[in-house]
């Protein structure tokens, strides 16, 4: 064989050798990208399942001041009753610290839902931004 033929040949071998190193990378990439859209898909899933969680107990709380709302108050012959069955002083601090109790109790509560809200909207609006940028990735990824 002549000389050249032999370059050709080894210039063809090369050329075979780079195909397939592509094909492997080609494949490995593709192997990547499957791998994070799955893990992608299992967080995204994992964050629906929150907010339709959170959606949950909004609601759930919802009805519930909502019935407290709608609970009657006390009347002022009630609250007289209240106060004329008060004879002594023991009695007027049991009763104030009752209402002081109360009164902190329901602080607590009001904080607490608060502090819920302020967590349910965060949550929400990571749930949001992450569908955002999931929808610009998938977009990106087709053109």
Same mark, same amino acid.
């Given at each position: 064989?002549?000389?050249?033929?032999?370059?050709?040949?080894? %210039?063809?071998?090369?050329?075979?050798?780079?195909?397939?190193?592509?094909?492997?990378?080609?494949?490995?990439a593709h192997a990547?990208?499957?791998?994070?859209?799955?893990?992608?898909?299992? &967080?995204?899933?994992?964050r629906r399942a929150?907010?339709?969680?959170?959606?949950?107990?909004?609601?759930?709380?919802?009805?519930?001041?909502?019935?407290?709302?709608?609970?009657?108050?006390?009347? %002022?012959?009630?609250? %007289?009753?209240?106060?004329?069955?008060?004879?002594?002083?023991?009695?007027?601090?049991?009763?104030?610290? %009752?209402?002081?109790?109360?009164?902190?109790?329901?602080?607590?509560?009001?904080?607490? @839902?608060?502090?819920?809200?302020? &967590?349910?909207r965060k949550s929400?609006?990571?749930?949001?931004?992450?569908?955002? @940028?999931?929808?610009?990735?998938?977009?990106?990824?087709?053109?």
């Amino acid at each position: 064989m002549s000389q050249e033929v032999v370059g050709w040949l080894k %210039e063809i071998k090369d050329l075979q050798q780079q195909v397939k190193a592509a094909q492997v990378s080609e494949q490995t990439a593709h192997a990547s990208a499957d791998n994070w859209r799955k893990r992608y898909e299992i &967080e995204a899933e994992q964050r629906r399942a929150e907010v339709q969680t959170l959606q949950a107990t909004i609601a759930q709380l919802q009805t519930e001041l909502d019935r407290i709302k709608n609970l009657p108050a006390a009347s %002022e012959a009630e609250v %007289e009753t209240a106060i004329s069955d008060i004879q002594t002083v023991p009695d007027l601090q049991a009763k104030l610290i %009752e209402v002081v109790r109360d009164r902190n109790q329901l602080a607590q509560d009001l904080k607490t @839902e608060q502090f819920n809200h302020l &967590e349910t909207r965060k949550s929400l609006t990571t749930a949001l931004g992450d569908a955002v @940028e999931m929808l610009s990735n998938l977009k990106a990824a087709q053109d």
